[in-house]
């Protein structure tokens, strides 16, 4: 499972790891740093050392603007990276892919020109979510989780609006309203508000929900918004006097934070020099003992991800052209639900440095790679997929993006506690039932690797010890 290495202890036979254990566990050798005659025939756990140390000489380069250096290392990572190779391969792939878009952008034409013809349809966005739903348990928990805490809040209630968010899949309402549609009172009056860029996506949804609706016969109604999150109208949502509200968000809400970001880099333009570019950033000795020594380093070394990003911190929201944070949390706020369930990553990709952002990114997108090893063959074509198309993305939009380009701005769940509460909401911890569910669905996978934990009444979701994603529950708090 994952990248594999050897390495003998006494009264021990060989170890079988995955890359999160390999980079914690293994340490870099000198004979690795410089170029190799025979990059090919290095075997698999020297290759996967040399590339995390080629990834992270290359990042620092780039970083320091010292380009030719970076161009050098980017044509070795090459010989040894590959889309359809070992799990450390298939990374090095989209990190280097991303450490390349960024220097790129330092010439707009010639970024723009090469990009020009790109598009992804809808079709192959829908097919390549419905992927990961469908490899990975962590919206299937989230849903679970959101469901339960939903009808535990609505109990008796007989007029209920949901607002999704993130109307992207209609199989989390389907399950709810068999649930309604079981209650011995009755059900409810349903009504469902759903948010999305894409008008055909949403359209698909309305279409499911009333076929299952009337095959259930649960009175329900649905209103589409199109619409993107930072530029909402709240009177398009239609919230009336009398009905009982919930609000969920999967997977949205850290795309704001590019707006916090915005308005802080206009209140001060150092930080805008500091963020935004190719930025000087003192070069990193050539030989460290491991990445996790790495990531201990202070501050000054510019590699240890700090625990609170200037970027992100709640103190420095303020409002902008479009929806912040702060004043979107407020207007949830002001809309007085009685639940409200967030789910997002849990990993800290919104440091203010490029070295923070990568060595985070590094670890995280290790955990999913290595989920996906467990799940499929190397050669199967719906892994390459969710490797390029979504989780390359990702990478690419965190390494290589800034400002409000760069909307993947994953914070960990302390942070969300944090912001939340500042917004006047409340916590309301998951239920045992709920959480129960969620053990079971999670214990019903093939691989092993994944855990469930609980945080302060939140669960977080993990691949072995790695925190991945986060789901909490809400009230507005008068």
């Not at 990975?136 to 009808?151: D, G």
């Not at 997002?344 to 985070?360: A, I, K, V």
Request: glycine share 4%.
């Amino acid at each position: 499972m994952g990248f594999t290495f050897t390495m003998q202890e006494e009264g021990s036979s060989s170890v079988t790891s995955s890359p999160l254990q390999f980079f914690s566990m293994m340490s870099l050798s000198p004979s690795l740093g410089s170029p190799h005659p025979l990059l090919n025939e290095l075997k698999s756990e020297e290759r996967g050392l040399c590339l995390i140390h080629l990834l992270l000489t290359c990042a620092n380069h780039v970083a320091a603007g010292t380009l030719d250096s970076a161009n050098a290392l980017l044509e070795q990572i090459s010989m040894l990276a590959s889309p359809d190779g070992d799990t450390m391969q298939r990374i090095a792939a989209y990190f280097t892919e991303a450490l390349a878009d960024r220097i790129l952008k330092t010439w707009p034409g010639l970024h723009r020109a090469l990009n020009s013809t790109r598009m992804v349809m809808v079709s192959e966005e829908v097919i390549t979510r419905k992927l990961f739903y469908e490899l990975f348990p962590f919206v299937k928990v989230a849903y679970v989780l959101t469901n339960q805490a939903i009808i535990e809040a609505m109990e008796g209630e007989k007029m209920i609006h949901i607002i999704d968010l993130n109307a992207a899949e209609p199989a989390q309402w389907i399950a709810l309203l068999q649930v309604l549609s079981a209650r011995p009172e009755g059900p409810p009056h349903l009504r469902i508000t759903g948010v999305h860029q894409k008008k055909e996506i949403l359209d698909q949804i309305a279409h499911r929900l009333s076929e299952e609706a009337e095959k259930l016969d649960i009175p329900l109604q649905f209103n589409p918004v199109v619409s993107k999150l930072e530029s909402l109208d709240f009177d398009k949502l239609r919230v009336k006097t009398g009905e009982a509200l919930a609000i969920t968000s999967i997977l949205q809400l850290h795309s704001l934070l590019a707006w916090d970001d915005e308005a802080a880099q206009k209140r001060n333009p150092h930080l805008a020099r500091a963020s935004n570019g190719i930025h000087q950033q003192r070069a990193q000795p050539m030989f460290q003992s491991s990445l996790s020594d790495l990531l201990e380093k202070d501050t000054a070394n510019g590699y240890a991800p700090s625990p609170d990003s200037a970027s992100s911190s709640p103190a420095s929201l303020t409002a902008s052209n479009s929806m912040n944070m702060e004043s979107f949390l407020n207007a949830l706020w002001g809309l007085s639900p009685k639940v409200m369930v967030v789910t997002e990553q849990d990993s800290n990709h919104n440091g203010l440095t490029l070295m923070e952002r990568l060595l985070e990114a590094l670890y995280s997108y290790a955990a999913l790679f290595d989920c996906l090893e467990c799940t499929l063959s190397r050669a199967s074509l719906e892994r390459l997929r969710v490797e390029k198309m979504l989780f390359g993305e990702e990478i690419k939009n965190i390494v290589a993006c800034e400002g409000l380009e760069r909307r993947e701005r994953h914070e960990k769940l302390d942070k969300w506690i944090q912001r939340l509460d500042l917004a006047g909401f409340g916590n309301i911890p998951l239920s045992y039932f709920g959480m129960l569910q969620a053990r079971r669905l999670l214990q019903s996978y093939s691989c092993e690797g994944y855990r469930m934990r609980e945080e302060n009444g939140c669960v977080v979701i993990c691949w072995q010890d790695r925190p991945l994603f986060s789901i909490s529950a809400w009230r507005s708090r008068k």
